[in-house]
Structures are given as C-alpha cells and as structure tokens.
C-alpha cells in the first residue's frame, strides 16, 4: 500500500495521541456501533444525529474539505437505497487524545446491487469522535473513493489487531530482542515495515498467522513489526536495513537479517504492498527462499 493513498487519514489523526478511557475493539465502541447500524437501515435522520452541528463536523472527501451539514449522512444513507448487503466495519486503528476524543481509522466493505449484480466495493475512512453533552458525536471524518473491493487471494483478517504495530519508539528494542532470540534458536528475523493503518499489513500479519503459513514462520523466522507511523518514523531504521522508504514509500515492506543484523533480504520494489496481488504461493516461496540453511 503506498502511504500516499492513506496519508490525509493518518494526518488527521495526528490531533491523537493518548487516551485514558479504553477503547480496545470496535464492538466496545457503542458509538461506531450505532453509526453501523443506521447506515444499513438507511436512517438519514439517525445517522445525522451522530455528526455535530455546533460547530459542525469537519468533513474530507475526495471531493474537497467542507463543515456542509449533511454530506456524510447523506452519502452513507443512500446506500440502503442501493440494495446495500454484508456492511461491514473493520477497525485498523485507534488513536486517543483526551477523555472523551476517540480517533478510528477503518476499512468499510459491503455489497452494492449494480446493472452487472452484486459487486462488492471498499471505503477507506477515519473518524474522530467526541463526547458532548448530548452523547457521542463524530466530530471529524475522512473518506476515500468508493471501489471495487479487490479479490484476495490471501487470508484476510475479520477482526484486525489495532495493536499489531507497537509505538515507533518501540522498534529498536524489539529488534535487539529478536536478535538475541535468533541468536540462540539459529533463525532469522524478518522487519515488516508498516503501520495499523494498513489493510495490507493486516492481512500479511493474517498470512503468517494462518494455519498453512504459521509452521514455517514459527520454524525459521522472528517478525518484528516495525511502525513507520505515516511515513515520518523509523526511517533511519529502513535506510540501516536497505529498504529504500525514503524514496518509495509502500507497505508493508520486508528486510530480512541473520542473528548478526546482516541483511539477506530487502525489498526494494514493493513487492508486498498491494495483498490483492499475493496468493498464498508467493508468500511461502518467498519464507522458503529465505529461510536459514539447515
């Protein structure tokens, strides 16, 4: 995924960064629950309710920025219209600033009835939610393009961990420990850079996990998830273990390194960036050809 498609959503949550309320998964969130089900039943005047007014929300589409009361609730709740099906809201990060501010970064896919059928599309948005008085109100948003949902050949998760990549701040310390751990079980560690906001992490991380990949990770590999944050984080890390970030900023990006810190790998044309492209054969070959000698 190259971070130019997402980076407006991560620049909009970078007015995030701590909360002390917890919100841990998308069914906690009785707020992105309610919005969930007033766009599948098509209600104008519920999902209006859950947009602030006073000021009112800031909205980003791919049209332009506008405070327009009515846009977002609108586009949403003309989907019923449309013979909307299977409307579902993958949470792939939550960011926090303050009691009562909650930022969500999601990944929606549903169902359209078209002239050619059914066709599935996908939106990448984000969501700032604040509490008022009145309750829990959305106070900024941010929409991508609707498109057609790519076909996946690999795993794809139904419940994304928000937490798979620690704070940037976090990386060097876990990549000392796994190769200290390599060290001493002669495997090697593969870098995955990326960040929570990338589907296509998420469903790399679901390969690795799933049960026809997990036995050759386990056998051979430590991951370490390297959070580059939107594009500004960890760089220095990338440039140490060759993988040109700095010049061709996609994710997830792979280096792969010895016990020692030797690189054996790095990716250089973003050959995992784009998951719809992966079947489960390229990520076996590519774990096979670069695991250790035995």
């Not at 498609?5 to 909009?12: A, D, H, K, S, Y």
């Not at 469903?203 to 370490?224: C, E, G, I, M, W």
Request: net charge negative; charged share 20%.
């Amino acid at each position: 995924m190259k971070v130019g498609r997402l980076i407006g959503i991560g620049t909009l949550l970078l007015v995030l960064s701590a909360l002390s309320s917890s919100v841990s998964a998308q069914s906690e969130f009785a707020p992105l629950d309610a919005w969930t089900q007033a766009v599948k039943s098509g209600g104008t005047t519920a999902l209006g309710q859950l947009y602030a007014t006073q000021p009112p929300a800031i909205t980003k589409t791919p049209e332009g920025a506008t405070q327009e009361i009515g846009v977002e609730p609108h586009f949403w709740s003309a989907l019923a219209a449309s013979g909307l099906s299977d409307f579902q809201v993958k949470v792939l990060e939550i960011e926090h600033l303050e009691p009562g501010v909650v930022g969500l970064v999601l990944r929606i896919e549903f169902n359209l009835r078209t002239d050619s059928g059914v066709r599935p599309f996908v939106v990448d948005a984000t969501q700032v939610w604040g509490q008022q008085p009145t309750g829990w109100q959305i106070l900024q948003t941010s929409r991508g393009d609707m498109e057609p949902a790519p076909h996946m050949r690999l795993p794809e998760p139904t419940k994304p961990n928000t937490e798979l990549y620690a704070p940037p701040q976090a990386a060097p310390g876990e990549i000392r420990a796994a190769l200290a751990q390599a060290a001493k079980d002669h495997k090697r560690v593969i870098l995955v850079f990326g960040a929570n906001w990338c589907y296509d992490c998420h469903v790399l991380d679901a390969t690795f996990r799933s049960k026809a990949v997990s036995p050759l990770v386990q056998a051979n590999y430590h991951v370490v998830h390297v959070n580059i944050g939107d594009g500004d984080k960890n760089l220095d890390l990338a440039d140490k273990y060759e993988v040109p970030l700095r010049q061709h900023v996609r994710i997830p990006s792979l280096a792969v390194i010895d016990a020692s810190g030797k690189v054996i790998y790095s990716q250089q044309n973003g050959e995992f960036d784009d998951s719809a492209r992966l079947g489960p054969d390229d990520v076996t070959g590519f774990l096979k050809q670069w695991a250790p000698p035995r």
